[in-house]
């Protein structure tokens, strides 16, 4: 064996561990997030919200993405790496918890403070996760590991879809039945008895937090550096200030335009087959589509990159991909549009892997600040969301003043809030294409 190789296989067997313990982060908190879909109807029945209200569940937890990032950038430069981790866990296990109170009270804005501080919490275990994973190894594999994160992620996404859909949803078709024929005291305990429903699998949530966020403090995560930032021809240091890395700000919006169509492809696929007049028994595994899909691609991703195509490539396709997809959703209907929506999984799968190593290009001591901006653009699932909720609200609206009846409004308007996505995909084209290497050398 050569001295290369040597190096290449101790390299690979140095961040074998780390990988495997990172990735259980990501396991952690796509389990959280993903339950979101589950949530969404739940919350909207036992809080009896409009749509555009019940995605305020999606945008309690990714409006914590931006209040947090950079308090967190601060707090993992104080404490480091491991222990941000450590932290960011016990945090989300309090925002747990919160949902005990909330279910007892059946109250809106306290089930959206359990969200927000959980989300909180993630923000900081990915503030520094994100960072630790991409400068583990080479940058040119960057994407290769992330897309190994993305499988955990989205695997655990998928089981919480599932264990959730089956606790909250069981049965809620029936319970609406009842609603038509009881009074209201009646209809008020069968809310009480549905919103306890949450209490148990909440309070084991927070006990596994708790018990992961001690643990982490004794993993053997080795101490990382960021690269040096990169030399002008003159020999002067080529930036002094993250606010001249054009590249990392459009990649910032990238991302947050990104997110915000992962959000919708998973958060909104179930109140979308609902829409549709699918039953709830089988419209509860719809965010299940959707996941499988961009674990399936991620696997894909872990084989191609970089030894077969290079992180813009699969960017670029990325978006193209969900181009297309976004105009067979509008222009198709019933199951077939929500298989288009589940699609989105292969379009939406390598776009955050691709994106993380070209804004981090070439940031050096800027790369803590420049990762909590780009944690920062997960606030684009706490934005985007909602404006399909309110285009499905006013194009309903509208639909019924026009005399269509509301079971029909409420399909046609659903596929019509769709059409949100392909500004998204096409802004996520041109950071493909040129936005990534905008005020880089050459």
Not at 132 to 142: N, V, W
Not at 180 to 200: G, H, Q
Not at 242 to 261: D, R, S
Request: hydrophobic share 55%.
């Amino acid at each position: 064996m050569s001295g290369t190789e040597q190096e290449t296989a101790q390299q690979k067997s140095n961040t074998f561990i780390p990988i495997i313990v990172i990735a259980g982060l990501f396991f952690i908190f796509g389990f959280v997030t993903w339950i979101n879909g589950a949530l969404i109807p739940f919350m909207k029945t036992i809080n009896e919200l409009t749509d555009a209200q019940s995605y305020l569940v999606a945008s309690a937890s990714y409006i914590s993405f931006v209040v947090m990032a950079l308090p967190a950038s601060y707090i993992i430069n104080k404490i480091g790496f491991r222990k941000s981790m450590s932290l960011g866990l016990i945090v989300m296990a309090i925002g747990a918890l919160i949902f005990i109170p909330a279910a007892e009270a059946r109250t809106y804005w306290v089930f959206l403070t359990g969200i927000f501080i959980q989300g909180a919490g993630m923000t900081l275990l990915q503030t520094a996760s994100n960072p630790y994973i991409t400068i583990l190894g080479p940058i040119e594999s960057a994407a290769k590991r992330i897309a190994i994160m993305g499988i955990a992620n989205k695997v655990a996404g998928a089981l919480g879809s599932v264990i959730f859909g089956a606790l909250l949803l069981s049965g809620i078709d029936k319970i609406k039945e009842q609603f038509e024929v009881v009074d209201d005291a009646e209809k008020s305990r069968l809310l009480d008895i549905m919103a306890d429903s949450v209490v148990m699998p909440y309070v084991v949530m927070a006990i596994v937090l708790f018990a992961l966020g001690i643990l982490i403090r004794k993993a053997p995560l080795p101490h990382v550096e960021e690269s040096p930032i990169e030399e002008l021809k003159s020999g002067k240091t080529a930036k002094t200030s993250i606010f001249q890395f054009l590249h990392l700000w459009l990649g910032v919006l990238a991302l947050f335009l990104y997110v915000g169509v992962e959000v919708i492809a998973g958060d909104t696929i179930i109140a979308y087959g609902i829409a549709l007049g699918i039953p709830v028994e089988q419209a509860k595994f719809f965010t299940l589509f959707t996941l499988m899909a961009m674990v399936a691609t991620y696997a894909l991703g872990v084989f191609l990159i970089p030894k077969y195509i290079s992180q813009a490539l699969a960017l670029k396709a990325s978006a193209v991909l969900g181009i297309i997809l976004s105009f067979c959703i509008v222009f198709t209907s019933g199951f077939a549009s929500v298989l288009f929506v589940a699609s989105l999984g292969i379009a939406n799968a390598l776009v955050w892997p691709a994106i993380w190593p070209l804004a981090l290009n070439g940031l050096g001591k800027f790369t803590k600040t420049a990762s909590a901006l780009l944690i920062m653009a997960i606030s684009g699932g706490a934005i985007i969301p909602p404006l399909y909720g309110a285009l499905v609200d006013a194009k309903k609206g509208e639909l019924i003043i026009e005399g269509v009846s509301e079971v029909s409004a409420a399909a046609e308007a659903s596929s019509f809030g769709y059409w949100i996505l392909l500004p998204c995909y096409l802004i996520i084209l041109y950071y493909a294409f040129s936005g990534h290497k905008v005020g880089l050398k050459s």
